[in-house]
């Protein structure tokens, strides 16, 4: 038989060590030793106590009291009786768990705030909108209670009462003392008084007011003031009455003036002998169909009034953000499919140009209608831009359409067009104001010379200069020879300032002629630029860049000119100097790189372009302007792929020549596998430790003639472009898979260049450069080596051989299935999954509806206790005060009585 409770509970801590007997000296201190202290002995006690709360409790584990349901053999270890779960815990947990899930729904039920909408039939999808307001109608009528004093309501009322009493005159008991001789009784005064009181409902409030000076104020009574109140209200609707019948009689007037104001707004002259003769009386088939031709007639003048057409909703600052972000999306979705070299089709641009001209057109333009095909199948004649001769009542079988100068000053007929020919013109003169904005300055846009181009009216004005000695106007010059006449007594400061004036005095807008001129004014432009770069002394890079600023604006507008002229100077480039290529050429290929799109896969222009440069980089350089023109068209090549990011094997050719050509030293190993050629004598930098590394200018493409020392210092500047053209082509084709083989040899003649015998005699700071250049290069080919894998062969799964053995399960567990056929093992472990789920769910669901009740058994009783107490504390306050009062009765009545005895 076990031992008690009790001595079962004093063998488990003394053999947990939680009691028993006290240490000695030395234990204690061999454990302070061993490193256990005080706080680590605390947590295993209290450990070891929680240990044995939990073994001496039965009811918080779940035991299988009569073990397994059926004996079976097999290689898992056999289950004991031991714990299979804590159920207490458990519980808890849930319980706890639905108080802050579930009892939190609870107590919100049928108190969420905000706005909830509750209107009939709203959350009804099978009731008309009719129909729910019908409902809605009805059920306010239901619900409203009106008040019997509402002077809004329109209802009859049941009428005043007082004491519960009717006071109309409808009852046996009240009779109406109103007699028709009283009618006669009164006097003009008294209507008069009776019309004036009723116009002006505050005098007896005056009166009363002077009359009760100097007494206290009385306190109305009710009747008083509703009296007040109706009669002010009275007040009130008369005067609104009085405005409205007033807004009607003014309104009837200006119906009345209405023909007058319409024949001044049409333009209707009449005859200034007409009101001395009689009109002749019309038939109605003419006056009906005259009233038909007034009726066509005004319908054309709507169609072609600006204001009539409707003007689009104004977009919000996102929707244009959005629309412009789309449009963006599109264009850069076409240049990839040009520079990727696919086919772009036409219908695609011909939709943009047709997007761009209907977001340039005006929104209230005049709008025109015109007649199709369509017209023919049932879809009516449409509404043509001007009155036939047979509509406006001339019998003619050729039906020609009257022109205005047919129309003479004092006919009749009058033109279509005539009353918004005023509005026409204000929005040419905005819209020559808007173009004006972007060329003009404010001097020049106020000037009368630009104003009276702009307006179209010839005004005779003296010539006059501006500040700095130009003139205002310049004639639009179609060849090169007039362009550099009129440019010549002007510097070359001005020089953009003159292009900017051309172009606001010959737009487009102000004469058809212009398109043409300016097409011929952009070829020039072009060819001024490469005459004027091929100058004995050129103009500065800055006013280059200016007028091909302006080739690019006028390039949108012409670009069919702009391309055959660019395309002709390239020819004649190719043709006539191939492998020698002057200052224009350079300057030509530069604005070609800025105007047009140098990605495309094919380009006409920029295509040819990129074939000319690469044709001069693979020449062999001789002189140190080969050099420098080769940096320089090597720089534009980089810039044509700074999107497209092709690999150009001329530039970096190139490159590579130039650092072993002007090198210190010749390398004596082989740096790489690329072409190179033996330069000429003198051509190495030698003993320029002290000089500067300066920046290189266009001027040194072309210029011979040079010193010692000044071609030392190109030389210089030649090394250090290339270095630093070598660091902007790694920046650019890092992403190639053959990046590590085209900048190894870059590698190695940066080492040739970093050697001792060619650092002596370089300067210092463009030793510092190649040093930085050789560690970024070492960085990134380290990089490129890393991240190429070798190629291998697909890793295919073996196919196996069907075989008929049976299959034998050496580790078998009787709780597993081993159904061969797998989509069947696989719906059987779904079914059991769902059975499981849907067991569990049930568990559940009986939980919560079990808590639920709980919770609700727990809110009633509650709310029983509260009102319980309340009802308690209720009757003991009242039972007091009946006491209360019951004693004073009594002790009245005693006084009384003692008072009756005296």
């Known amino acids: 038989m076990p031992g008690s409770q009790l001595k079962r509970l004093k063998a488990s801590l003394r053999e947990k060590g939680v009691i028993g007997p006290q240490l000695s000296k030395k234990q204690k201190k061999r454990n302070a030793q061993d490193g256990k202290t005080n706080n680590n002995r605390r947590f295993q006690k209290a450990a070891e106590l929680e240990g044995i709360r939990e073994e001496f409790n039965p009811f918080d584990l779940k035991h299988n009291a009569r073990g397994p349901k059926f004996q079976v053999t097999t290689n898992n270890p056999v289950t004991s009786n031991a714990a299979k779960g804590r159920p207490s815990e ?12 579930l009892l939190v729904e609870l107590n919100r039920r049928h108190k969420v705030g905000g706005i909830l909408d509750r209107r009939f039939g709203e959350n009804d999808p099978h009731m008309a909108p009719e129909e729910k307001m019908r409902e809605r109608f009805v059920r306010e009528k239901q619900s409203h209670k009106s008040s019997t004093f509402d002077l809004e309501d329109d209802e009859p009322s049941e009428g005043l009462t007082h004491l519960g009493k009717s006071l109309s005159f409808d009852g046996p008991d009240l009779v109406d003392d109103f007699e028709e001789d009283d009618i006669s009784a009164g006097s003009d005064v008294d209507d008069e008084h009776r019309g004036s009181k009723r116009m002006r409902p505050f005098d007896a409030e005056d009166q009363d007011d002077d009359e009760a000076e100097g007494q206290p104020e009385r306190k109305k009574s009710k009747q008083e003031v509703m009296k007040e109140v109706i009669a002010k209200s009275k007040f009130y609707k008369a005067e609104r009455q009085a405005a409205k019948e007033a807004d009607e009689d003014l309104r009837e007037e200006l119906d009345k003036e209405l023909p007058d104001l319409h024949d001044l707004l049409f333009n209707n002259r009449k005859k200034a002998n007409e009101g001395a003769e009689t009109k002749e009386p019309e038939s109605a088939a003419a006056a009906k169909e005259r009233m038909e031709r007034d009726y066509d007639m005004r319908l054309r003048q709507l169609a072609q009034d600006r204001r009539a057409q409707p003007a689009d909703r104004t977009k919000t600052d996102e929707e244009r953000a959005q629309e412009e972000s789309e449009r963006l999306k599109e264009l850069e979705e076409k240049r990839l499919k040009r520079m990727r070299g696919e086919e772009v ?3 695609e641009d011909e939709e943009d140009v047709a997007n761009i001209q209907s977001e340039r057109e005006p929104i209230n333009g005049p709008a025109l209608f015109t007649e199709t095909e369509e017209d023919d199948f049932g879809l009516g004649k449409g509404i043509k831009t001007r009155p036939t001769a047979t509509e406006l009542g001339f019998d003619d079988e050729d039906d020609f359409i009257i022109e205005d100068d047919l129309i003479t000053s004092d006919s009749d007929l009058e033109p279509v067009e005539s009353d918004a020919s005023s509005g026409e013109e204000e929005s040419d003169v905005e819209d020559d104001d808007e173009f004006t904005k972007g060329l003009l300055n404010e001097e020049e846009a106020q000037n009368p010379v630009f104003s009276s181009r702009l307006t179209g009216v010839d005004v005779s004005i003296d010539t006059k200069e501006d500040s700095n000695g130009l003139p205002y106007t310049f004639p639009c010059p179609q060849t090169l020879a007039e362009f550099v006449e009129i440019t010549r007594a002007v510097s070359m400061e001005h020089l953009p300032t003159v292009v900017q004036r051309i172009r606001a005095l010959y737009h487009p807008k102000l004469d058809s002629d212009n398109k043409s001129k300016l097409a011929n004014f952009v070829a020039v432009l072009i060819q001024y630029l490469a005459y004027s770069s091929n100058l004995t002394k050129p103009p500065q890079f800055s006013i280059l860049e200016s007028l091909i600023r302006h080739i690019h604006s006028l390039a949108k507008s012409y670009p069919i000119e702009t391309a055959n002229e660019f395309r002709s100077q390239l020819e004649s480039f190719g043709r006539l100097r191939p492998l020698a290529p ?9 604005a070609i790189g800025t105007i047009f799109p140098t990605s495309d896969h094919f380009h006409q222009v920029a295509t040819p372009a990129g074939l000319l440069i690469a044709r001069n980089l693979e020449k062999v350089p001789k002189r140190i302007t080969d050099f420098s023109q080769g940096a320089y068209l090597s720089t534009l090549a980089l810039q044509y792929q700074q999107v497209s990011k092709r690999y150009i094997p001329e530039v970096m050719n190139f490159c590579l020549n130039t650092l072993c050509a002007l090198a210190p030293e010749k390398a004596t190993g082989t740096l790489g596998y690329f072409p190179i050629h033996e330069p000429t004598p003198g051509t190495r930098i030698s003993q320029a430790q002290s000089l500067i590394v300066r920046k290189l200018s266009p001027v040194d493409c072309v210029k011979d003639d040079l010193s010692d020392e000044e071609a030392l210092s190109t030389k210089l500047a030649i090394l250090s472009t290339t270095l630093q053209l070598l660091d902007a082509a790694a920046d650019i084709f890092s992403g ?21 015998p060619c650092r002596t005699k370089l300067p210092a700071a463009l030793n510092e450069r190649v040093e930085k250049l050789q560690s970024k290069l070492d960085r990134m080919l380290k990089l490129a080596h890393m991240v190429r894998r070798p ?67 727990r809110i009633k009783k509650a709310k029983d206790a509260a009102y319980e107490k309340k009802y308690k504390r209720l009757v003991a306050e009242i039972q007091g005060e009946e006491g209360r009062e019951a004693n004073a009765y009594e002790r009245e009545k005693q006084m009384r009585k003692r008072a009756a005895k005296r």
Do not use: C, W
């Open 791 to 857: 190629l291998e062969l697909h890793h295919h799964k073996p196919l196996p051989i069907k075989t008929a053995i049976p299959k034998f399960e050496d580790s078998f567990d009787p709780h597993k299935h081993y159904d061969p056929d797998r989509d069947r093992a696989e719906l059987a472990k779904l079914k059991a999954e769902h059975k499981k789920e849907r067991k569990g769910a049930m568990r559940e669901l009986r939980k919560d509806a079990n808590f639920m009740a709980r919770e609700q058994l």
């Open 90 to 101: 458990a519980k808890s947990i849930g319980e706890e768990r639905r108080r802050q899930t």
């Open 345 to 347: 089709s036409d219908s």
């Open 736 to 756: 190639k898979s053959a990046f590590f083989e085209t900048f190894e040899p870059v590698k190695n003649v940066l080492v040739h260049l970093a050697s001792k």
């Open 582 to 590: 002057n200052l224009g050429d350079l300057v030509i290929l530069t």
